[in-house]
Nanobody, 123 residues
Framework: QVQLVESGGGLVQAGSSLRLSCAAS????????IGWFRQAPGKERELIAA????????YYADSVKGRFTISRDNAKSTVYLQMNSLKPDDTAVYYCAAKTTTSVISTNDYRYWGRGTQVTVSS
């Protein structure tokens, strides 16, 4: 079992950058695929980035490709989401989630979830 805690959200202006962190507890963090999801008010939750256990396989949604970068440090049991060139449309609650399956594309098999961190981008 793994517990996840997100941090790094906040209120920023359009064009700014933020780095979100997803800190995990549990000895077997290194085996998990980690995904970053976001949910804006009135919208469905969407997968925006994912990384497999070794970092060799990555996924980005088209909406964030070229602006966001996902990375992980297994020694620190932490996954990061570097968000650059933020837009008002990026405003949402951001969640990290973990699963033991290896696909970075599938979205319905995440088992463990954090509570989320709010990101608000003003225009």
């Amino acid at each position: 079992q793994v517990q996840l805690v997100e941090s790094g959200g906040g209120l920023v202006q359009a064009g700014s950058s933020l780095r979100l962190s997803c800190a995990a507890s549990g000895r077997t963090f290194g085996i998990y695929t980690i995904g970053w999801f976001r949910q804006a008010p009135g919208k469905e939750r969407e997968l925006i980035a994912a990384i497999n256990w070794s970092g060799s396989s990555l996924y980005y949604a088209d909406s964030v490709k070229g602006r966001f970068t996902i990375s992980r440090d297994n020694a620190k049991s932490t996954v990061y989401l570097q968000m650059n060139s933020l837009k008002p449309d990026d405003t949402a609650v951001y969640y990290c989630a973990a699963k033991t399956t290896t696909s970075v594309i599938s979205t319905n098999d995440y088992r463990y979830w954090g509570r989320g961190t709010q990101v608000t981008v003003s225009s």
